[in-house]
């Protein structure tokens, strides 16, 4: 998939997803570690400054990270021998800025070695991507531990750029998200940049009788059309996800609303009374999205399943 806060299908009985909620806490580091914030923030602020892209980049990978088995850092792991980690599966390919992590995790291990889990600094680091942004900031409930599983196999469980409502739906009440958590989390997508790839479907060839996607806009179907014609061989080319990817705000779902969304997983959320609302009061209010996206975040990143502490998040113990 490409570099998208991105969302595959997955059925029930084909890989269990850590839907329990370990006893996480807001002060878990407070005597163990009490500079934890200070040392995530820091690489993560450090990083920004080099590379605009990277906020995007640590929302996506924390998102991957918890709809796989939970937030269990399991999307850091590397391909060892014949095993091939998430990070190598197809959705997760065009997933950047693992160094913030290494950095964080570093300067971490010199403070207060081996008590911070990698999915704890994962889940900080994706706050401060979006409070850096402009974007809330939150209290990240602490005291995850970090998975040694890794299968590239696995990332068909994201949900796709490509799915309808009632594939979203499915896919994020199998890990307990509301139909509120989807719309919200799907506010993520501010944030961020996308190949053609994912969107291809939706410019070109889009049914036995259109080529284009009706729901969209005209002028911005050609826009993208331009940049990603049908035989592209750029790989680097795309879109940004929306009219202002480097900040965090709600023009995601004013420009939805306009017809000028990117994937057909986000005009979904205009085929359904209820997700249409929510798409429409987020539009309306930046407060009633950023406490939306908060309460979701919390939610969403409660999910976890691991078992150790890694020293060093490329690698199990």
């Known amino acids: 998939m490409a570099t998208v806060f991105g969302l595959a ?39 920004i400054s080099n ?76 706050r401060d991507a979006v409070s850096l942004s402009g974007g809330p900031t ?23 750029p490509t799915f309808n409502i009632s594939q979203l739906q499915q896919n994020f009440a199998q890990r307990g ?13 501010t944030l961020g940049f996308s190949h053609c790839s994912s969107f291809q479907n939706r410019i070109h060839n889009f049914n036995a009788t259109l080529d284009v996607d009706p729901t969209m806009q005209p002028s911005f179907a050609a826009r993208l059309r331009s940049v990603c014609p049908a035989h592209n061989q750029i790989k680097s080319a795309g879109s940004p996800l929306d009219s202002t990817n480097l900040v965090f705000d709600n023009a995601y779902y004013k420009l939805l609303l306009q017809g000028k969304s990117i994937f057909s997983s986000d005009q979904a959320l205009l085929t359904t009374p209820k997700t249409k609302a929510l798409v429409s009061k987020f539009a ?27 020293l060093d998040c490329r690698v199990v113990r």
């Not at 996506?60 to 796989?68: L, S």
């Not at 998200?177 to 506010?187: K, N, Q, R, Y």
């Open 9 to 47: 299908f997955v059925f029930l009985f084909m890989f269990p997803i850590s839907s329990h909620v370990r006893a996480l806490s807001s002060n878990y580091y407070d005597h163990t570690c009490p500079h934890l914030e200070s040392i995530v923030a820091s690489a993560v602020k450090k990083a």
């Open 177 to 189: 998200l509301s139909i509120e958590d989807l719309v919200a989390l799907s506010g993520g997508h």
């Open 51 to 126: 590379d605009k892209t990277v906020p995007a980049a640590l929302l996506r990978m924390h998102f991957h990270d918890c709809f796989i088995r939970g937030c269990d850092a399991s999307v850091l792991l590397n391909s060892k021998g014949n095993n091939k980690a998430e990070k190598d599966g197809p959705p997760n390919i065009s997933l950047h800025a693992f160094y913030v992590i290494d950095e964080a995790k570093k300067a971490l291990e010199a403070s207060c070695p081996g008590i911070v889990s990698c999915a704890d600094v994962l889940a900080l680091a994706a």
């Open 284 to 310: 309306s209010s930046q407060k009633a999205f950023e406490k939306a996206f908060v309460d979701s975040m919390i939610k969403m990143s409660s999910l976890t399943g691991g078992q150790e502490i890694r």
């Open 138 to 160: 939150w209290d990240v409930p602490k005291g995850r531990k970090d998975g040694r599983i890794s299968l590239a196999s696995e990332t068909r469980q994201l949900p796709a």
